[in-house]
C-alpha cells in the first residue's frame, strides 16, 4: 500500500550511464558503481532507459534506448543514441519506433551480417511482441514478424543447444510472473503453451540480455519487492528445457547511494568491454496526476 501510494505522488527522472567492464566483473561481484559517465540529456523533457549496445568504437557508443517524455505516463519511444565515449554527451539521435504509445526495452538481435539487426521492443500496451528489422544506414525500422500474440513485458531470448528460449512476464503481472517460450527458430515460431518458471517479485522481470561466462549462463532479472526496479539480481542458469528450468542466485547489485540517480537500477547489458546500465531518481508531486493531465494537454 505506501509502495502504491508513494507511486501516486512521485515519477521518475531515469537516464543511462557506461563505463568500462566485462560480464566477468560481474559474475564476481566486482563492478565500480561510483564510477558512471552518465548521459548529458539533450533535453530536460526527455530521459532514458532500457539500454541495449549496438556498437562500440574509439570514440563512440551507439546505444538503443527507451526515450521517456517526462511527466508523461504512457507515452516512449525507441531511439537509437549515439554518444560521445568520454563525455556522455548526445552526438546523433534517431527515433525509430514511434506511434504514440509507450514502448521501451529495445532487445537487440544480431543476424549473421554487421548491418543485419533486429529489435524486440516492449510495447505493453499492443496485443503481440513484435520483431523489426532495423536498417542501421537509413535509422528505420519496418517490422518483420509477430513473434508472440500476446502482450509481454522485457522479452529476451537464450539461444541454446540448437533451440531458442524466450523470456517474458505476463501482461497481468509484469513485475512478477516469468514465462518461457521455445522455438526452434530466434524470430518467430514460438509455441502458444509457455511454462511459468518464476512468480515473485524479486528476481523475476528481465534486466538485460543473458551473459555467457566461462561456458555457463547467466540471467540478469529485477528486484521489484522494494518497489519497481530498486536492483538487479544475477542468476546462474543451472538446467533449462522445453519443459523445465532451474537457476541459482549469484550476487545482487544497487545503485550507488552517492549517485544522483540512487533510487533504482533495472537494466544492464554488456558488449565490447563496455557496460551500460540505466537509474532513476524519484521526485514526488503531490498532486502527479493532475499534472500529467495538464502536461498531455500542454503536448497535444
Not at 525509430?96 to 532487445?107: A, F, M, R
Not at 522455438?183 to 517479485?201: A, F, H, T, V, W
Not at 537509474?279 to 503531490?286: L, M, Q
Not at 502536461?295 to 497535444?300: A, T
Request: charged share 20%.
Amino acid at each position: 500500500m505506501f509502495f502504491d501510494l508513494k507511486k501516486k505522488i512521485s515519477y521518475k527522472e531515469w537516464n543511462v550511464g557506461f563505463f568500462n567492464a566485462i560480464p566477468e566483473d560481474l559474475v564476481s561481484d566486482n563492478i565500480d558503481l561510483s564510477n558512471i559517465t552518465w548521459l548529458r540529456r539533450d533535453s530536460k523533457f526527455h530521459c532514458y532507459a532500457d539500454p541495449f549496445i549496438l556498437n562500440v568504437s574509439d570514440c563512440t557508443i551507439d546505444l538503443l534506448v527507451e526515450d521517456i517524455l517526462l511527466g508523461s505516463k504512457n507515452v516512449a519511444t525507441i531511439c537509437h543514441l549515439s554518444v560521445d565515449k568520454c563525455t556522455g554527451e548526445i552526438i546523433e539521435k534517431y527515433t525509430l519506433i514511434d506511434d504514440n504509445i509507450h514502448n521501451s526495452y529495445p532487445l537487440i538481435i544480431r543476424g549473421d551480417t554487421l548491418d543485419e539487426v533486429y529489435i524486440v521492443p516492449e510495447n505493453s500496451y499492443s496485443t503481440e511482441l513484435n520483431v523489426y528489422k532495423y536498417n542501421t544506414l537509413l535509422h528505420s525500422c519496418e517490422h518483420f514478424s509477430t513473434m508472440l500474440p500476446v502482450a509481454v513485458a522485457d522479452a529476451t531470448i537464450l539461444p541454446y543447444n540448437g533451440a531458442f528460449y524466450l523470456f517474458a512476464t505476463s501482461r497481468n503481472a509484469y513485475n512478477k510472473d516469468l514465462y518461457m517460450w521455445t522455438s526452434n527458430n530466434r524470430l518467430y515460431g514460438y509455441d502458444l503453451s509457455p511454462i511459468l518458471i518464476k512468480s515473485n517479485l524479486f528476481g523475476s522481470r528481465m534486466a538485460g540480455d543473458f551473459m555467457y561466462v566461462n561456458n555457463t549462463v547467466y540471467r540478469p532479472a529485477q528486484d521489484c519487492l522494494q518497489g519497481y526496479g530498486k536492483g538487479i539480481i544475477l542468476y546462474k542458469v543451472e538446467d533449462i528445457s522445453d519443459k523445465s528450468y532451474n537457476e541459482t542466485k549469484v550476487i545482487s547489485l544497487y545503485p550507488d547511494s552517492s549517485s544522483y540517480y540512487s533510487d533504482g537500477l533495472h537494466t544492464i547489458n554488456f558488449y565490447k568491454s563496455i557496460c551500460v546500465i540505466d537509474g532513476y531518481k524519484n521526485h514526488y508531486i503531490p498532486f502527479q496526476k493532475i499534472y500529467r493531465k495538464l502536461f498531455d494537454k500542454y503536448r497535444s
